[in-house]
């Protein structure tokens, strides 16, 4: 494109040199006097008319090349047939210009600088695969371009905290791709690029490879004809990529006291599920790791919350409880893997996927010696205690607003 015109115009300045060159040593080397005669002079006169002529096609060969360096190639019309273009994450407008010349959208890449430059949206243009027509005007290009009709892919936003079971039947609804696939494509989180190190655990519990916690909340654009097994892929990369920029991994194992990383994704899953407010993530966090590794929790180790539980109702396709419609049989069931009321420590997965919000917050908690919290209003307000006084300050208020019944507001 800049580089290919800048090397024409080269060619062009030496080609005419040449002619120009030519044309002055033959002037010079002819011989002054009479003595030439009438052949001599014809022959002469024959060579200057071509010379003269090739001059004149140099100079308009010349004068078409520079007027495409220092003008703006650009087609007139709004083009047709059919082209697809890629727009990368990052692509910058010269990216975004090349691109739309490779493929036969656009005469150069300037034409669509220049109409960018004159169009405060050209900002807009987002990752993505459009269809667009092959020669087309570049302003009309940037205007399918910013036209979200013109995109070729399925926009899926997935919400903070959702399961991954949910997350599949948002996918399917989208894609048409059966839910099963999601299922089985997600049975090996390994091959879907979850490092097997991130499953490694320092509470001495073992290990469980679950792919919940990596399926990060986003707005996936996902390419027509797509697999089950390269939209996980897309939504594992991305948690890969979000963690890594907040150097998640870096900060839990350097400030979190031993503690996993896979253990403080867990922590972050379970903010997410507990908190509405993202200011609430850190400050939940700090309670979970209290009770846990801090032992400030008198009672046990365990969190007691119910969040686990309706995570594993949900899994096999019951439906969440409000806390105060929990039976004591499901709340102590052992054989539940998500106990956390009779069970130390963290559960054995994460039990949601968790967003950045949460993520910040269970790798970067503020200090407390807090070992409860409880949302006190349907708001979701939350609030905290350090010990039985406080915590029961917060159940007194949670009963008149409602959020509290039985025989815990006697």
Same mark, same amino acid.
């Given at each position: ?31 002054? @006097? ?48 059919? #082209? ?5 994450? !990052? ?66 936003? *997935?919400?903070? !905290? ?14 048409? $791709? ?12 390994? #091959? ?27 707005? /996936? ?37 031993? *503690? ?27 309670? $979970? ?5 801090? @032992?400030? /929790? ?49 559960? *054995? ?8 919000? #949460? ?52």
């Amino acid at each position: 494109m800049i580089d290919e015109l800048d090397l024409g115009f080269e060619e062009q300045r030496t080609e005419k040199g040449r002619h120009r060159r030519g044309y002055v040593l033959r002037r010079k080397s002819g011989k002054g @006097g009479k003595g030439g005669g009438r052949g001599k002079t014809a022959v002469a006169l024959l060579m200057t008319l071509v010379l003269l002529g090739g001059l004149v096609g140099g100079v308009w060969y010349g004068f078409g090349r520079i007027q495409g360096l220092f003008g703006t190639p650009d087609y007139s019309g709004p083009g047709s047939g059919e #082209a697809i273009v890629q727009v990368k994450d !990052g692509d910058t407008i010269t990216d975004v210009g090349n691109s739309l010349y490779e493929a036969g959208v656009i005469k150069s890449a300037k034409a669509y600088v220049k109409a960018a430059d004159a169009n405060s949206l050209a900002k807009n243009v987002g990752e993505g695969t459009y269809r667009l027509r092959k020669q087309m005007r570049a302003a009309d290009a940037l205007t399918l371009l910013l036209d979200p009709k013109s995109r070729v892919v399925n926009g899926v936003t *997935i919400p903070e !905290g959702s399961i991954s079971l949910a997350i599949y039947d948002q996918l399917a609804k989208a894609t048409k $791709i059966p839910v099963d696939d999601f299922k089985k494509a997600a049975r090996d989180p390994v #091959a879907l690029g979850v490092p097997d190190w991130w499953f490694k655990r320092t509470d001495k519990k073992k290990s469980t490879k679950s792919i919940e916690g990596f399926l990060y909340p986003a707005t /996936y654009e996902i390419p027509k004809n797509a697999t089950a097994e390269q939209i996980l892929r897309m939504m594992v990369a991305q948690f890969m990529k979000v963690t890594q920029d907040l150097k998640f991994v870096d900060t839990v194992q350097q400030s979190r006291g031993g *503690i996993s990383p896979y253990e403080a994704l867990i922590t972050a899953s379970i903010a997410q599920a507990e908190a509405v407010d993202p200011k609430d993530m850190g400050p939940v966090s700090r309670v $979970i790791y209290n009770r846990v590794y801090a @032992g400030k /929790y008198s009672v046990c180790h365990c969190l007691k919350i119910d969040s686990a539980l309706n995570y594993w109702l949900r899994l096999q396709g019951k439906d969440p409880k409000d806390s105060n419609d929990l039976k004591l049989s499901e709340i102590n069931d052992l054989k539940n893997p998500y106990n956390t009321h009779n069970v130390d420590g963290l559960p *054995i997965t994460p039990i949601s996927n968790p967003g950045e919000a #949460a993520l910040k917050g269970a790798m970067d908690p503020p200090e407390s010696n807090n070992i409860f919290f409880a949302t006190t209003d349907n708001k979701g307000t939350m609030e905290y205690a350090a010990d039985d006084a406080g915590f029961r300050k917060i159940q007194d208020k949670m009963c008149r607003n409602g959020v509290l019944s039985g025989e815990n507001c006697k």
